[in-house]
């Protein structure tokens, strides 16, 4: 069953609930009663808290490069991985 979080607009509560994909996204605030919830993300897989985040934000990919491997390839130990 999917978590979503939610915050309130009102008062910026927020918390996480458990509903089904079937269920309708919850409205009122649990802590000041106000029809003021929004709906954040799915907290499922990876979790992002406070503000700050917009969906623009993903990172394009960066080049790969693959010399960061430091797995002791050298067998002198000059390298200093020995
Ligand atoms: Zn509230």
């Known amino acids: 069953m999917p978590i979503y979080e939610y915050q309130c607009g009102a008062c ?48 394009k990919g960066a080049p790969a490069k693959a010399s960061t491997s430091n797995t002791g390839s050298c067998s002198s130990g000059s390298c200093g991985c020995g």
């Open 12 to 59: 910026n509560h927020e918390f996480e609930a458990m509903q089904k994909m079937s269920d309708d996204k919850l409205t009122d605030c649990p802590e000041c009663n106000k029809p003021e919830l929004k709906k954040l993300i799915s907290a499922s897989g990876f979790r992002l808290k406070g503000s700050g985040w917009y969906e623009t934000d993903f990172k």
